[in-house]
């Protein structure tokens, strides 16, 4: 009898976990997982809350975990011991990161230079086998270069500072009825910032087209070409790709910046998980 697997992709605000039984296929998404800001108790105690409901009967065998922050051996620990603390008498537990997630779903068995913007962001060259480089995030505070946490602390600089015009100051008003001081205890005093930050991307989807939207959008994602995909050699000789809701939603950005760069646009996906499904079986 073939092995029960479950696969999860994790960021940061969201996971998708699918759970593979022969032909058969069951998806769940519950809230992100990130081990930076949740221990083994807490990242066990939402999936027992938001996972189990929909697969408990289902006599997992093997577990396979794409995380964010799990390049971290300690988080990665954290990560695992959860997972066998849920899951009893696993055959397999493998638990890896999420730049591993996007190197296999976007190329398989090829080589090329994986990207991933979402809430954070990373980047690696993937050697078809292996990740042969690997470019850090450095997290929401220091870095993350054209994630969404990226994106919309700009955008919470332009409203806060008074540099959006009129026009976006109302729509920003309109949308989200927030003080400076609701940001403020939002960002420095609660937890789980990068979410929050992350949050108000929607607002640059839905001002395409005006000015300063756009240079919020060409200036944060060519922050990532310049700090991230320029570092490796490979970018001007394989493809970039590219996985993650930013790279989703603004991929007419990215591939401009491509062509800017003179590198060759890969794939672009909004997630990995079909690839990943692919690969596992």
């Known amino acids: 009898m073939a092995s029960v697997k479950l696969i999860a992709d994790s960021g940061a605000t969201k996971a998708e976990w ?63 011991n959860a997972l066998k603390l849920v899951f009893k008498g696993l055959s397999k537990v493998e638990v890896t990161h999420d ?45 993350d270069e054209g994630s969404g946490a990226y994106l919309g602390r700009k955008v919470l600089q332009y409203f806060m500072y008074g540099t959006f015009d009129d026009e976006l100051m109302e729509q920003f008003n309109t949308k989200y009825h927030l003080s400076a001081s609701e940001i403020l205890d939002n960002v420095y005093k609660k937890p789980l910032a990068n979410r929050y930050l992350a949050s108000f991307t929607p607002f640059l989807s839905e001002n395409r087209g005006h000015y300063m939207i756009e ?3 060409e200036d944060g994602l060519n922050d990532f070409f310049f700090q991230h995909i320029c570092k490796f050699k490979e970018s001007w000789t394989m493809p970039v790709s590219f996985v993650g809701g930013i790279s989703f939603y603004f991929q007419d950005v990215l591939t401009q910046l491509c062509h800017s760069y003179e590198f060759t646009p890969g794939k672009i996906l909004k997630n990995p998980m079909e690839g990943l499904v692919a690969y596992h079986r």
């Open 99 to 143: 730049v591993m997630a996007a190197a296999r779903a976007l190329y398989g068995d090829d080589k090329g230079v994986a990207c991933i913007l979402g809430t954070g962001s990373s980047s690696c060259y993937y050697n078809g086998k292996k990740i042969s480089v690997n470019r850090p995030g450095l997290g929401y505070v220091l870095g």
């Open 18 to 80: 699918c759970l593979l039984q022969g032909k058969k296929t069951t998806t769940v998404f519950t809230q992100g997982i990130s081990p930076y800001f949740l221990n083994t108790r807490q990242i066990a105690e939402i999936l027992e809350k938001e996972l189990l409901p929909f697969i408990e009967k289902a006599g997992v065998d093997e577990v396979y975990y794409y995380g964010t922050g799990c390049i971290n051996p300690n988080n990665n620990l954290i990560v695992k």
């Open 215 to 217: 240079n919020i959008l």
